[in-house]
């Protein structure tokens, strides 16, 4: 009895998240441009979760383990290139807790004002909300209020309004696929971790040997990108030339599990595959040491 028990708890303890975080920024369906397409408006929510490791990934795939949510309403101004948080929403999160709401806001410039309007909470919001102990009564109540209601932020005097009426010659956003994909990559898609908020050392703070792993394991995506702004840049020389020494350790494991395939063709294009696509990343990363100057 005594070593089911330890096996089970050994599996449990297996069966938690992944040490590395992964970051996701989602946007409003709708994209608002101003009349002079010098500026737009949207909803960002970022996300920092860990992946489920062990038997936590069966039988659906797991659930992850959310370390950070923040959702704001944001206008970015392209001349200047500057992305501004103008209004938090992290205080309707208890109502709700997931996406959907936050993408189907409608958005609409109106002289010096930008208007929007947050889908109003349903029954089923407001009841889930009640039944969770942490989310005090009245703080859902003020969020069902807020929502229900539409708002406009005053680019000149900054402030956050609640509206009575509006313009009866307003134009809400509309959905624009290829507008959207066109700001992402132009100019959201650039924006430094920093300008939205996440700052890791803050958030969810690792050690100097965890941050190296995603380098030399080639964990791409936000987070990487977070590492290379705000972590990379205090390496010193015996750092970086053990990032660069694990990395060629990598390689060579990559090389030799794709020589010594004997899963069949199919198998092995894919170690191929793989182990070319890791010296194109190994030269880009000293490429990008380089342009950091810290390497010579």
């Known amino acids: 009895m005594k070593n089911l028990i330890l096996i089970f708890v050994i599996l449990f303890f297996s069966a938690c998240s992944s040490k590395y975080i992964n970051i996701k920024t989602q946007y409003s369906k709708d994209i608002a441009m101003n009349k002079n397409n010098s500026a737009f408006t949207f909803i960002a929510i970022n996300k920092i979760y860990r992946r489920p490791t062990g038997i936590a990934t069966f039988p659906d795939g797991g659930k992850s ?14 001349k200047n290139k500057k992305l501004n948080r103008i209004v938090d929403l992290n205080n309707l999160t208890q109502l709700f807790p997931k996406d ?17 309007k947050i889908p109003s909470a349903t029954e089923y919001n407001i009841r889930e909300a009640k039944k969770k102990r942490s989310n005090p009564k009245g703080e859902i109540d003020k969020a069902v209020e807020y929502v229900s209601k539409i708002h406009a932020y005053n680019l000149t ?3 956050n309004l609640e509206l009575v009426s509006l313009p009866s010659d307003i134009k809400w956003s509309e959905y624009n696929y290829e507008q959207k994909k066109k700001l992402k990559n132009s100019y959201l898609n650039k924006v430094p971790m920093s300008d939205w908020n996440i700052i890791l050392k803050n958030i969810y703070p690792q050690s100097k040997r ?14 990487l990108e977070a590492i290379y702004e705000q972590i990379a840049p205090s390496f010193n020389r015996e750092d970086i030339q053990y990032i660069l020494k694990e990395m060629e350790d990598y390689k060579q494991d990559l090389y030799n599990e794709y020589k010594t395939n004997s899963d069949g063709p199919y198998r092995e294009s894919l170690k191929r595959e793989r182990y070319e696509n890791y010296v194109k990343y190994m030269k880009n990363t000293k490429n990008r040491f380089l342009k950091m100057n810290l390497i010579e």
């Open 210 to 223: 965890i941050y190296m792993e995603y380098i030399i394991q080639a964990r791409k995506g936000s987070a």
């Open 65 to 78: 383990t959310q370390e950070y949510f923040d959702v704001a309403v944001y206008y970015y101004d392209i």
């Open 157 to 159: 005097s900054k402030e």
């Open 100 to 116: 959907s709401a936050y993408f189907l806001t409608k958005f609409a410039f109106y002289n010096s004002m930008i208007y929007y």
